[in-house]
Structure formats: C-alpha cells, structure tokens
DNA sequence: TTTTATTTTGTAATGATTACAAATTTGAAA
DNA sequence: TTTCAAATTTGTAATCATTACAAAATAAAA
C-alpha cells in the first residue's frame, strides 16, 4: 500500500477528516522517515500545494500529534522533528553530521519504582554524539571529546 | 558536604576558575534537584547576587553542559531544564502539575545493533504523562486522554 | 441555494535563546 | 603595590521557531 492510501486510512481510524493537505503531510512523513522540520516539510510540499501555509503545517502536526499519529523526535535541536513511526524506539542524533538515525529499544518495559502508576502517555529515548561514519570520517577531529562514560 | 563546598571541587576538578557565580549556580543546582530554568535559577540567586545578569546564568551553564558538570533534562518544555545529577537517571514530566520526576533507568546498556560503533555522548530517556498524585487528584478528568499503549 | 461548521491562510505577537561588544574583575608579572 | 593582559560578567539588541488570532476559503448540511 502506497503512502497516501496508508496516510488516509490512519486519518480515517482517527476521525479525522482526510482533507488534501492532511493526507499530504502524513502521507510525506510516512515516505520520507528522515525525520523532518516543520520547514523541510513545508518547502517539500510547496510545488504540490502552491498555497500553503506554514501555519496548515503547524495546525496539522499538533493535530496528528493530538492523535498519535506522529511523534516529535527528542532531539534538542533548535527545530522540532517529526515522525510518523510511532511504534516504540530511540533516536540517534550525529552532532557532526546532523543526521537523526533510528535504534530499537529492548521490548522489556523500564519498570522504575519511582513512577509506578504514573500514567505513561509519551516515551522517548534519545542519545547524541558521533555516528559511525563521522567517526571514521574525521579520525583526526576525535580526540576534542572524549567517549562518554555512563555514571 | 555543603553544595558550595561540592561545587568548588566540581570546578577545579574541571579546571574551571570556582568564580562566585559560577559557585552559586552549581550549588543552587546541587541543593534545589528540581530541574529549574534559566529564568528559576536567576530568580533565586538575584537576592544573593544582584549585579548578576540572564545572560551569565546562560554563559554558565554553558559551562557546565560542556564539561559535563549539569545535564540537560530531555523534556519538550518552552524553556530549558538543567539538572547536576549526571548519573544516568530517565525523567518524567507531568502534564498536569507540570513536575518534573526521577526514575532509575536499567544499569543495562542499550545495545542496539542499529548503534553500534556510535560514539554516544549524551543520553537522554524522558517520559510524560500524568504523575500518580495527579491521577487520583483527576479522576473524572482521566478520561480525556486514553492510557499510552505501547507500539 | 443558504447556512453552518470546518479547514486553511496571512500577519502580527511572543519569548527563550544567542550575538556581541563594552565594562568589570581577576591574576600574574614586574 | 602597580601595570597589563586575560578571563569573566553584563546589558542591549538581534534572532527565529512557534503561537495567537482573525479573516478567508472550502466543504458539508439543511
């Protein structure tokens, strides 16, 4: 199933209505999982809606987000990422070359004392520093900081 | 030992000059483990420190970030959350009372294959939903929002 | 149609953070 | 001390992603 028909069904499971510019936003961020801004997804749009706005685009995420049909990436970056995998798992942010990469996160639940029956509504697990291709890219540049120690 | 006392030591460890500020801003840090923004800590310090400036609060924790002295707490807020526990803890945000909650996060490393050969940094796990005191503080109001399903 | 609700749009605020240069303080050398 | 250079602190002015808001456009209902 292609990205618009996927992007209309989750729309319609939702109850909400699958206007053209809805249907264009999801079915974008289910084909392009690069994690994009609102702005990448904005100028993406643009040759196929002429008129949007970037304000439709805002008012959209907050209404998928609202909806869980996407999820904001917890990187901290001046700009906020979307994306519409929703299932369970952390984000890797390369701080050379910017890339956002995806990692599974172990199936077994984090069961903390310390929020038992807290009601978990969002989840996220987000790590940065160097990714692999960057390491090897810039051997010389590794020494500035040196590897994480946990604890 | 007191917080000011910890905070020179933290500071010379790093070859940081233990300034006066930079002093207070750690030490307030270490002894108020409430997570504050930029704006809470120079609120709290004005009285001590009345020359002191938003933007010196800024430059230090700068500071601190880098010589990893204070964490960034990974929560989707308007405004920054610092926190000097860098031991690797996850963080709950409330949506209600707006608290922000400790938890332990298993002493197992996540090893996901995705990562391998990453040189992680930073790591980040926060959740958000509605904190135990909360929910029974609420109870009519729960159900507004279904319980976060996994996947 | 006409009416009403929904969706989209454009413009103007908001406000946390950053840039930057001046002012102040500190520490080392003489 | 006194002098001088470096480090630190400060205030003001930008930046810029996001939000507020009301008007315009569109779609559905009557």
New binding site residues.
Partial sequence: MNAVDTAVKLLQAKK??P????IHILAYLLSHPIHP??DQIYQALLPQ?P??????V???L?LLLENKLVKLVGVEQ???HYDANTKDHGHFFCRICEKIYDFSTPAAEIEAPEIKGFQIEVKNVSYSGVCSDCRHKNKHKEDEYEKFEGN
């Fill in positions: 909400i209505r206007s053209l510019t809805r801004t609102v809606i008129t949007l706005s970037k304000t439709t805002y008012n959209t907050d001046r700009e906020k």
